[in-house]
């Protein structure tokens, strides 16, 4: 499964609010999709996880929705931390499990 | 919470064999709930997915890599291995180690924690 997401870069200014999309190739199973943010020099942390759900830690103005093959992550109130890449992963269907190429969300 | 630190060379000739392990702790490996994974990145692009396996067990590839890749789990050391093998200027990335979620069906789920990865460098 491809996974489209946009647009490649996103410039915004902190207390704005955020769309990033995904677009997959096909129907993802169970909306087993994932979002990851990543900054310079660090692994990708997991945000949202079965296309809706947060990961332990995450603040609720990261909101995920979506489901068959189009999805999207919305952050409400940019604050300065949350400018990094964000990427989307499905793990559902077929091997092998496929990342986006990254969505630039830039001040 | 549980931890993971990869290790191995930094630089590795062409044609050679890429060889890291990864070291969990603050956790069993030999848990039912989880997968255990390699994912790398090159620079300046998103990640790729290499391999898992299952503490037992029944390691599963990417087909792109399956010819080149082997991962291996080591339960008395509570860590895990990846090889891969004939590698060229493409291999060149960081390279991930990430617990991997599964569910009451063995289902594999998305990549809870990661490692701070190691920067594998192709070059002669």
């Known amino acids: 499964i491809v996974l489209t997401q946009s647009p490649g870069t996103l410039s915004l200014s902190p207390g704005e609010g955020a769309t990033l999309s995904c677009r997959a190739s096909?129907?993802?199973?169970?909306?087993?999709l994932a979002w990851y943010q990543q900054k310079p020099g660090q692994p990708p942390r997991l945000l949202i996880y079965g296309a809706f759900s947060r990961a332990t830690g995450i603040p609720d103005r990261f909101v995920g929705s979506g489901s068959g093959t189009d999805f999207t992550l919305t952050i409400t109130r940019l604050e300065p931390e949350d400018f990094a890449v964000y990427y989307c992963?499905?793990?559902?269907?077929?091997?092998?499990?496929?990342f986006g190429q990254g969505t630039k969300l830039e001040i | 919470q549980v931890q993971l630190k990869e290790s191995g060379p930094g630089l590795v000739k062409p044609s050679e064999t890429l060889s890291l392990t990864c070291s969990v702790s603050?956790?069993?490996?030999?848990?039912?709930?989880?997968?255990w994974s390699w994912i790398r990145q090159p620079p300046g692009k998103g990640p790729e997915w290499i391999a898992s396996i299952y503490y037992s067990g029944d390691p599963y590839y990417n087909p792109s890599l399956k010819s080149r890749v082997t991962i291996s789990v080591d339960t008395s050391k509570n860590n895990f291995s990846l090889r891969l093998s004939s590698v060229t200027a493409a291999d060149t990335a960081v390279y991930y180690c990430?617990?991997?979620?599964?569910?009451?069906?063995?289902?594999?789920?998305?990549?809870?924690?990661w490692g701070q990865g190691n920067l594998v460098t192709v070059s002669s």
């Open positions: 096909q129907s993802v199973t169970s909306s087993f």
């Open positions: 603050r956790g069993s490996i030999r848990s039912d709930s989880y997968f």
């Open positions: 992963q499905q793990y559902g269907g077929s091997l092998p499990f496929t």
């Open positions: 990430a617990r991997q979620g599964r569910n009451y069906y063995g289902q594999s789920l998305f990549f809870d924690y």
